[in-house]
RNA sequence: GGAGAGAUGGCAGAGCGGUCGAAUGCGGCGGUCUUGAAAACCGUUGGCUGUUAAAGGCCCGGGGGUUCGAAUCCCUCUCUCUCCGCCA
């Protein structure tokens, strides 16, 4: 969330981020600073009645300590009108108040400079692209295949006891799940960030907090009963470990990972692309988050990127690395650099992993601050994240790219020792 | 799920309806002393809003009410603890 005395006085600085991300009502920023001058105008004149209000109060106190009934009477005979004109005020303001948060929830963050123009994914910019995209033997079979053909993921099976996106990994397919989740957890732990093991579940709080309400809600799973929401990322509930709480400079950067399972309704995505592996409603994740000091920050995207970079390139894969435009970019973040892996036998890029620089449009809901210790100022922190990794299409991407002409899939020495194989076949 | 007790500043812990944004202790920060440190002593030490700076306003789990005036009284919700029940 943005914050309203920053737009006020950034206004076309403002205006600009938000065309450049393709939003389309900037209308709404004259609004939000137009309310926030009637809004500092009733809070003061609020703020007057109040200070009056308690200035008799205190009044009355003392004649009456003082014995002094009849003056202290015609002292409270004054308190009803501008209690009277207290309310209107108070009434007024929170009108005001809700109104202005509505409009500034519902803008989404600025772009960093860096941000390239753009609407659509092709207007995404390559940064780099690592490792040979892999010849594969003409008789070589998109991982559904592979899947059901050495039996280690079945999707029909997760139908049947639940529904469609819900894979049921057997045998050597689970055991492949958790090798992957603990050499992902491993390589963030050598990276120095914590183990943090989440609730899987949240409340409404914790889903505002990293901005999945209210513009997300049709894509989480929704408890009713409880009002919990199933989280869609780690991300969730680890960012918000810090909601409300004032950090110490010294002890930043926070650097926290998480594995957890993430559920995404995902509504409204059918289609040719959702094959296989390619979209799930129930799949495994290791996210990375970092809290870290506004000068600092993009230096920790950089070193994220490595990090993600690293694995890919333990794991065998051929990787690129996109800015996303501002168009493609999601909701909350800044700046974000999207992984794809190369799918051989799809013969298409998918993304395995998103990495963000949310500067302090989470901080500012979740109201994570942090005080210096030079000057002992207490402002926002930047909050940072990315997925490192998401299994699924890293698994697709496995099983297609180091299939054999034979026929059978070997998996990266790097796994290996997580495995205690080294072949599905 | 049933019965009872409670929720106060970083922590612990006071708080007759007015002088309480809140005693006291610990912790933190600054200083005196010391070669340095400890101890001792002195000072300082919440957040939000607002302003050039102030003043002012709001915050004692959340919401509502009574009152001229609420941390203190009432209602309600949430959470925590104890006992009982159920249970991995």
């Known amino acids: 969330m943005l914050q309203a005395n920053y737009i006020a006085q950034n206004r076309d600085a403002v205006v600009a981020g938000l065309q450049k991300k393709h939003f389309k009502e900037t209308d709404k920023v004259d609004q939000i600073i137009a309310i926030d001058e009637k809004r500092r105008k009733v809070k003061y004149d609020l703020d007057e009645v109040l200070a009056q209000q308690n200035s008799i109060a205190k009044e009355v106190g003392q004649l009456f300590a003082q014995g002094k009934r009849d003056e202290a009477d015609v002292l409270k005979a004054k308190a009803p009108v501008l209690k009277e004109q207290g309310r209107v005020l108070q009434e007024q303001l929170e009108g005001l108040e809700k109104e202005q948060h ?9 772009p960093h400079s860096s941000v390239p123009e753009g609407r659509t994914p092709e207007d995404n910019e390559v940064v780099k692209e690592v490792g040979e995209i892999p010849t594969l033997a003409d008789t070589a079979k998109p991982h559904w295949e592979l899947m059901e053909q050495y039996g280690i993921i079945d999707l ?19 055991r492949l799940q958790r090798a992957l989740v603990n050499f992902f957890l491993d390589n963030a732990i050598t990276a120095g960030y914590k183990e943090i093991n989440p609730p899987l579940v949240v409340n409404t709080d914790s889903a505002t907090g990293t901005g999945q309400l209210p ?39 926070i650097k926290y990972c998480a594995y957890s399972p993430c559920f995404r309704r995902e509504a409204g995505s059918y289609g040719k692309d959702v094959r296989g592996l390619n979209r799930l409603h129930q799949f495994e994740k290791v996210e990375i988050v970092q809290f870290q000091t506004p000068d600092k920050s993009y230096e920790t995207l950089e070193g994220m990127v490595k990090h993600v970079e690293g694995l890919l390139q333990q794991l065998e894969l051929p990787y690129r690395i996109l800015r996303l435009c501002g168009g493609d970019m999601s909701f909350a973040s800044a700046l974000t650099y999207d992984f794809e892996v190369y799918s051989a036998a799809q013969k298409r890029w998918l993304e395995v992993s998103s990495v963000s620089n949310f500067e302090t449009f989470q901080s500012n809901r979740l109201k994570t601050r942090y005080k210096g210790h030079e000057d002992k100022k207490t402002q926002l922190v930047h909050t940072l994240n990315g997925s490192a990794l998401a299994l699924p299409r890293i698994v697709a991407a496995l099983l297609e790219n180091h299939q054999t002409a034979a026929g059978t899939v070997r998996l990266p020495k790097a796994l ?8 599905i076949g």
Do not use: C, W
């Not at 509505?102 to 600025?110: K, Q, W």
């Not at 799973?221 to 709480?245: C, G, Q, S």
């Open 156 to 174: 029909a099976l997760g139908t049947k006891i639940t529904g469609a996106g819900f894979p049921v990994y057997i045998g050597k397919g689970a």
């Open 215 to 253: 513009d997300k809600e049709g894509q989480m799973y929704h408890a009713t009963i409880d009002d919990f929401y199933l989280i869609p990322t780690a991300e969730v509930p680890v960012t918000n470990i810090h909601r409300d709480d004032i950090l110490a400079e010294a002890d930043l950067p």
């Open 102 to 110: 509505e409009l500034l929830i519902s803008l989404p963050n600025l």
């Open 416 to 423: 290996h020792s997580y495995l205690g194989f080294e072949e």
